[in-house]
């Protein structure tokens, strides 16, 4: 099945920053509460010491993503480590929330295009469940941007173009329904618009499936570092692994 490239509600500019980070707040609790990026925390651990860095610029944040876990354990590997959250559409209060958490880390409160980083973000760049949301052009241009940079980079998504895939995604509404009580910081419209006005299950099932349906595969993302220029300048590492009933595919970048 080839990509498809259908609209998902949150990256609509008309669509509510309140509903938008409802969203993202839940892919952030789910992610943390089942340690959904296990697998990859050697990636990381190898992406840092590569490129000689302690500091992660994290692009695409939303609700800061499955960093809070991952960041306990890159911690132990890592106890200098700094991670810098942004966004396009920064969630601020979970910015916020996260940063109370654990004080390494810092966030952006201006918008942050990832395709064009601005020269003071320095560090390896990470995205997690955001490649999907660019088109082939644009995500070349992310992956471009790092090159010219220097800057390695380290891509995942949690989902893959694939019919269980989608198939898990039609249960993403219950997901909502259960843990939302339990999402923090606490909000009475997430609980209006879950429970009452159902907009945030609905919303989160449509992105979901759209999500897994935008998925780059392996063979994709290949030919996207192959159509780099000086993309030969870096170490590639594109592989799918298992993670719990699903799998996560990533993309690792590291200047030779």
Known sequence: ?????????????????????????????????????????????????????????DLGSGGGGGLLWLNSELLKSNPGLKIVLTDFYPNLNAFKFTQKQAGNFEFIDTPVDARNVPENLKGFRTQFLSLHHFKPNDARKILQNAVNAKSGIGVFEAQERSVPSILAMLFSPISVLLTTPFIRPFKWGRLLFTYLIPIVPLFVLWDGIVSSLRTYSVKEMEALVASLEQGDSYHWEIQRVKSGPGVILYLLGIPK
């Open 1 to 57: 099945m080839g990509r498809i490239h259908l609209f998902e509600f949150e990256d609509q500019k008309w669509f509510p920053a309140f509903l938008r980070n409802y969203g993202t707040d839940f892919l952030q609790f789910l992610s943390n509460r089942t340690k959904m990026y296990k697998p990859v925390v050697p990636v990381l651990e190898k992406g840092l010491k590569t490129c000689g860095v302690d500091t992660i610029v």
